[in-house]
């Protein structure tokens, strides 16, 4: 008689939510990569813009060139804020994912190893039933050969 375990098909289902659960959260932490590549863009393009504004006006600039330049730092700073805000969002989601990664991880083990201890129960009590056989049989072999 082969080991059966009663649970099978939840911890299989518990296994696929796994799986999924560590896909969204392997997603989730690429996106947040992402945006963190997208900021540090960001900040390089607003050091380059800083530097070649000081250049301009030590040269010396005109009016307009200079509002145009104030707008466009004003829309980086901006465009900064917003990948901020949505970084935030990411981490936050990132976290979630690997709460929900971490209780399904939780419940895996619990299944697992009540899987584990049911296999030992069901060794120990196969042993005790072949003991007993050869016990039976033993004993009677032994009267059979008194007689």
């Given at each position: 008689?082969?080991?059966l375990?009663?649970?099978?098909?939840?911890?299989?289902?518990?296994?696929?939510?796994?799986?999924?659960?560590?896909a969204?959260?392997?997603?989730?932490?690429h996106?947040?990569?992402?945006?963190?590549?997208?900021?540090?863009?960001?900040l390089?393009?607003?050091?380059?813009?800083?530097?070649l504004?000081?250049?301009?006006?030590?040269?010396?600039?005109?009016?307009?060139?200079?509002?145009?330049?104030?707008?466009?730092?004003?829309?980086?700073?901006?465009?900064?804020?917003?990948?901020?805000?949505?970084?935030?969002?990411?981490?936050?989601?990132?976290?979630e994912k690997?709460?929900?990664?971490?209780?399904?991880?939780?419940?895996?083990?619990?299944?697992?190893?009540l899987?584990?201890?049911?296999?030992?129960?069901?060794?120990?009590?196969?042993?005790?039933?072949?003991q007993?056989?050869?016990d039976?049989?033993?004993?009677?072999?032994g009267?059979?050969?008194?007689?």
């Amino acid at each position: 008689m082969a080991f059966l375990f009663r649970f099978n098909s939840l911890l299989k289902q518990r296994r696929h939510r796994l799986k999924g659960a560590q896909a969204e959260l392997a997603a989730a932490r690429h996106g947040h990569q992402q945006l963190l590549n997208r900021e540090e863009q960001a900040l390089c393009r607003m050091a380059e813009q800083q530097t070649l504004w000081e250049t301009d006006q030590a040269r010396g600039v005109d009016v307009a060139t200079l509002l145009c330049m104030k707008e466009y730092r004003i829309a980086m700073e901006r465009q900064l804020q917003s990948l901020r805000t949505e970084l935030l969002q990411a981490a936050k989601a990132v976290e979630e994912k690997q709460a929900a990664y971490i209780e399904c991880e939780k419940a895996v083990k619990m299944l697992e190893c009540l899987e584990e201890a049911e296999r030992l129960s069901f060794r120990y009590l196969q042993r005790q039933r072949e003991q007993k056989e050869l016990d039976e049989i033993s004993i009677l072999k032994g009267f059979h050969e008194n007689d």
